[in-house]
């Protein structure tokens, strides 16, 4: 099976930058996926990640590093509307996702 | 285009009772999975499909059963539901299965259940 850490909470003011952290134990490995996910709602991908390095997508950007199982989440100019859970998601050997707690972030005026 | 819909919305349910929670998909999606989501927990693999025809146990399978009889289609079943068993659940679709490029999985609004 998988373990994956991240933290649960984190508090930033708007227009600010916050990284979350996701650090993972795996069976296998073939990619890493981020989703954001807002209360009541369901988890929409935000970021896939399968070789070492950044991927920047507007401004979000996902960084892996495979041989310390770890990646990070970078959220830059922080709007209200960021206000969300994070979840970092591992796709085993077996090509299935497995998701940790989450990170809930709050963005503060 | 409506993507992945659920129902219900939300149920409350006395233990012991039998519950189907309904899933369909219009992305002509290969594979489909069922996830609960508990506070603190995360989200939980409970059964998935590859393809229509075939199911595979996730990590949390015991006391739900899933069929898929087609692509569209892919219910969850709690035979005789327990007080544990309440939690939102998530269905979701992916293009293949797994094993081509991102194959990322796109979740339906969620059912929330509760097993009194």
């Known amino acids: 099976g998988q373990n994956i850490d991240q933290p649960t909470e984190m508090t930033a003011t708007e227009g600010a930058i916050v990284q979350i952290n996701c650090t993972y134990q795996t069976s296998g490995f073939n990619g890493l996926f981020w989703y954001q996910q807002h209360a009541g709602e369901a988890p929409t991908f935000l970021s896939y990640n399968v070789l070492d390095g950044l991927e920047e997508k507007g401004r979000f950007s996902s960084f892996l590093s495979r041989s310390k199982g770890y990646s990070y989440l970078l959220l830059k100019e922080l709007q209200m509307k960021d206000s969300a859970s994070y979840l970092c998601a591992v796709r085993d050997r077996d090509y299935k996702l497995s998701f940790g707690a989450g990170t809930t972030v709050t963005v503060r005026a | 285009i409506a993507g992945i819909t659920q129902a219900p919305t939300s149920q409350i349910l006395a233990a012991g009772r039998r519950m189907t929670l309904r899933c369909t998909q219009d992305?002509?999606?290969?594979?489909m999975y069922w996830y609960r989501q508990d506070l603190g927990l995360g989200l939980r693999l409970i059964h998935y499909s590859n393809t229509a025809g075939t199911t595979g146990k996730g990590e949390v399978p015991d006391g739900y059963s899933v069929s898929r009889a087609n692509t569209d289609d892919f219910p969850l079943t709690l035979a005789s539901a327990v007080p544990s068993q309440t939690s939102v659940y998530f269905c979701a679709s992916s293009p293949s299965g797994g094993d081509s490029g991102t194959d990322t999985q796109y979740f339906g609004p969620g059912t929330r259940l509760t097993v009194l």
């Open positions: 992305m002509r999606h290969n594979a």
